[in-house]
């Protein structure tokens, strides 16, 4: 079971940037996603690439201001994210999918990280 840890959350200003990281402890051969979960909602998809790196998904109230990225050779994911706003404020997972599935369901991710706590202020 490969091991996930995010990291790169913090507390940010409406309009700054963060990128997160999540790095896994073994060589991934699948698309690799992140979600998030704020206080009382359910978790939701907001990005995923695939192993190759060329494509990558997002979720609508994400695109243009997220960007996801990998790099296969240190085993990482990145989410990029600008302009953030105070409903960006979550816990922020990464996650490795299985070989089959929608890609924007969490039901087709099998490995998740602890999270990473981002919380953005007005």
């Known amino acids: 079971q490969v091991q996930l840890v995010e990291s790169g959350g913090g507390l940010v200003q409406t309009g700054d940037s963060l990128r997160l990281s999540c790095r896994a402890s073994g060589l991934i051969f699948n698309a690799m996603g992140w979600f998030r979960q704020a206080p009382g909602k359910e978790r939701e998809f907001v990005a995923t690439i695939t192993w190759s790196g060329v494509g990558k998904y997002y979720a609508d109230f994400v695109r243009g201001r997220f960007t996801i990225s990998r790099d296969n050779t240190k085993k990482t994911v990145y989410l990029q994210m600008n302009s953030l706003k105070p409903e960006d404020t979550a816990v922020y997972y990464c996650?490795?999918?299985?070989?089959?599935?929608?890609?924007?369901?969490?039901?087709?991710?099998?490995?998740w990280g602890q999270g990473t706590q981002v919380t953005v202020s007005s």
């Open positions: 996650a490795k999918a299985r070989s089959q599935g929608e890609l924007r369901d969490s039901a087709t991710y099998d490995s």
